[in-house]
């Protein structure tokens, strides 16, 4: 599969390893900071190594996490984020079995409630460096086919100035960066 091309995350199975907070605490350390043992991860998170283990293994299970064996000795496992598609989309309702809506809606939760955590602590990282800390707010009329449009260019915009960890410039740093866009006339 070319990196480029959009993935869609249709296994209820992945979806639900994905729905846990622990595990999304995990990947979301991974991948802004690197590979960690199960050890340092239950440090950070306070979690017990046989939790930060657990989770690790089940996210391995299913293809987000590898172990890095030139750095793994003996009880201690080095883990990194596995290499995947780095446009990664969602099926919608239609394209799950009825019996696994539920997931797909647990996952949306879970990432609101991370979204909420996020614009939360953005006054402060504003008031910190707002050359780092931006938002955009706005209000557009868009038929259904110029919607689509827009969001497939926000996402090759993504694509585009995003760096994989191993090739980011020096001076580049992490971002999480959040697209809202919902009908404004139904409130």
Do not use: C
Request: glycine residues 6%; aromatic residues 10%; proline residues 8%.
């Amino acid at each position: 599969m070319k990196d480029e091309e959009p993935f869609l995350l249709d296994d209820p199975a992945r979806l639900k390893a994905l729905t846990h907070p622990m595990r999304r605490l995990m990947l979301r350390h991974l991948k802004v900071h690197g590979p960690a043992t199960s050890t340092t991860l239950g440090e950070v998170l306070g979690a017990k190594t046989g939790t930060t283990s657990y989770h690790l293994r089940l996210l391995e299970k299913y293809g987000f996490v590898e172990e890095i064996p030139e750095r793994s000795t003996g009880r201690e496992r080095w883990w990194r984020r596995a290499e995947g598609p780095r446009d990664m989309r969602l099926p919608t309702p239609g394209q799950l079995a009825p019996e696994d809506r539920a997931v797909l809606a647990a996952f949306h939760r879970a990432g609101m409630d991370e979204d909420r955590e996020l614009f939360e602590r953005f006054p402060a990282a504003y008031q910190r460096d707002p050359d780092w800390a931006k938002a955009s707010r706005g209000m557009s009329r868009m038929t259904k086919e110029e919607f689509e449009e827009f969001f497939e260019a926000y996402i090759a915009l993504l694509m585009k100035y995003n760096h994989r960890a191993e090739d980011a410039p020096p001076d580049a740093r992490p971002l999480y960066i959040r697209l809202f866009a919902l009908p404004a006339d139904e409130e």
